[in-house]
């Protein structure tokens, strides 16, 4: 079977991707989804009360702007059947092939076409292979003594386990980002108790109400208001958000605003002191969140902030020697984000393997192509998360720029292109520079981070200019592979 695009994933990359390719008139693709459908992480993550920080107006594509004079920030179901309404309009359901787990992606050189394996024993070709896996869905258990003789259950955020109905439950929450504080006031609603064991604490600003007020919707249903809110909304994050992950003043206000937000929902001193963070904000992700802190207020829930010892039958067992007796743990700890691509082995020019290239962290020009790895592209591969911003906004640059490489391919009537190496030492040289002016380069360990310390996930600039870097024409950046180099160049020592 043979393809001139196979697009790997299907959350918001693989099915903006899709969307364009058909907006282009090309018919000959396909989206390999290793799920029974598609979603990427808003069909996986669904723990009570998962729904998205981003204003929905912001996070959506521009091609298919969300619209609603009601909900600013709709639950993970609403967000899920948005991206199914894309694929649908988009008619991409010809083109997925669901329960295709792809294993390895191999570069022939001689015929210029990558060959594909996938789990399920299916083979194929394709001309171009566009990997759209996202990085936050490889959950990250952290191995802990004792784990497997815990006598109740316990599962990741990412993997709900819908069996397991904390009402009347002792429930134990590992981990305190983004996960955690979404999940927590739903489930103190009902559990009996809730236990939440914070490592680190996080810097949280404070989120608007999910639903608009009379005023704002009144105001929403002008013509063009909803575009123009959109607008505001990306000018916003650019202005206001990008520049806390500089170091230094630009960062205060963001700092006094979760400070303030801190003071306003903790009235006790002792457990504010316990909450309050002490590594610059924006060092790891912005918790963005209105329910936390209050949720953390209530009797049925205890903030311990010893460190985890081991895991018993009856629970967990913090430094101090106490045993928190559960029924439930939940381990809210994130994801193995630095492992981009992984388990997928992909193999390019001269054998060269990708995983060897980046085992001291993942690095890609301009988060979206490899040299030595010709006709492969990434969407949300290395230092394209942009931490200030709306992803889907990240990924649809990137779409439109990959296309933008198929189209001059296609024009010089080239096999395959690939990455100038020079201008990838050119990026790295502006990477390296850009990073080092941020707070990630302060010694705070996030999922931003290798386990090396290399900050191989945010983007260190603002949205508006990624889109700048990305208006150069490909032909200054990548080159034809010709057959000379097919037969006598090995890319990469
Ligand atoms: P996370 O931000 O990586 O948080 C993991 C938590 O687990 C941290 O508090 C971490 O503590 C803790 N942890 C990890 N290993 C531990 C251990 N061995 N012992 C104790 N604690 C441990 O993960 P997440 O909350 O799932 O969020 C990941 C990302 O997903 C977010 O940053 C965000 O980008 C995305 N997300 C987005 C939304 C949305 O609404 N758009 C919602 C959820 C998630 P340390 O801080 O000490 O490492």
Request: aromatic share 10%; with cysteine; hydrophobic share 40%.
């Amino acid at each position: 079977m043979h393809s001139t695009v196979v697009v790997v994933g299907s959350g918001f990359g693989g099915i903006g991707m899709g969307a364009a390719l058909r907006r282009a008139g090309m018919e000959d693709f396909l989206i390999l989804e290793e799920s029974p459908e598609l979603g990427g992480v808003w069909r996986d993550n669904t723990y009570p009360g998962c729904n998205c920080d981003v204003p929905a107006h912001l996070y959506s594509f521009s091609f298919a702007p969300y619209r609603s004079t009601r909900t600013r920030y709709p639950g993970r179901r609403r967000t899920l059947e948005y991206l199914r309404a894309v694929a649908a309009d988009a008619g991409l359901p010809a083109h997925l092939r669901t329960d295709t787990a792809l294993t390895e992606a191999t570069y022939r050189e001689t015929e210029a076409r990558w060959e594909l394996k996938a789990a399920n024993g299916i083979r194929m070709t394709a001309d171009i292979v566009v990997f759209a896996v996202g990085q936050l869905h490889r959950p990250n258990i952290p191995e802990l003594p004792g784990q497997a003789d815990f006598a109740g259950v316990s599962f990741h955020t990412a993997q709900w386990n819908p069996a397991a109905d904390p009402a009347g439950c002792r429930v134990a929450v590992i981990g305190t980002g983004s996960s955690a504080a979404q999940c927590l006031p739903s489930l103190s609603d009902s559990a009996a108790s809730v236990r939440v064991f914070q490592r680190t604490p996080q810097w949280i600003l404070p989120k608007p109400a999910a639903e608009f007020g009379p005023a704002a919707r009144t105001v929403l249903r002008l013509p063009g208001a909803q575009r123009a809110y959109r607008w505001g909304l990306r000018q916003g994050a650019d202005t206001l958000l990008a520049p806390i992950m500089r170091r230094g003043w630009t960062a205060r206000p963001a700092e006094w605003a979760a400070r303030r937000h801190l003071r306003r929902e903790v009235a006790d001193p002792v457990l504010r002191a316990r909450l309050t963070p002490d590594y610059p904000i924006g060092a790891k992700r912005i918790v963005f969140d209105a329910h936390y802190y209050r949720a953390l207020g209530r009797d049925n829930v205890e903030l311990i902030t010893a460190p985890i010892t081991r895991i018993v039958p009856e629970g967990v067992e913090t430094a101090d020697g106490i045993r928190h007796a559960v029924d439930m743990i939940v381990y809210a700890t994130g994801f193995r984000a630095a492992e981009f691509l992984s388990p997928i082995t992909v193999r390019g020019r001269g054998g060269l393997l990708l995983h060897e290239q980046w085992d001291s962290g993942a690095k890609a020009f301009m988060g979206l192509a490899v040299p030595g790895f010709p006709n492969a592209f990434l969407i949300a591969g290395p230092n394209s998360f942009n931490p200030a911003g709306s992803n889907p906004g990240m990924k649809e640059q990137q779409i439109d720029y990959i296309m933008r490489c198929l189209r001059w391919r296609a024009h010089i009537d080239a096999p395959a292109i690939d990455v100038r190496p020079g201008a990838m030492a050119a990026y790295e040289q502006w990477m390296d520079d850009a990073l080092a002016r941020t707070v990630w380069s302060s010694n705070v360990p996030s999922w931003y981070k290798h386990r090396n310390g290399a900050i191989t996930s945010p983007w260190p600039a603002s949205a508006r200019t990624y889109g700048r870097m990305l208006r150069r024409p490909p032909a200054a950046s990548f080159a034809p592979v010709t057959s000379a180099d097919v037969s006598s160049e090995r890319i990469m020592p």
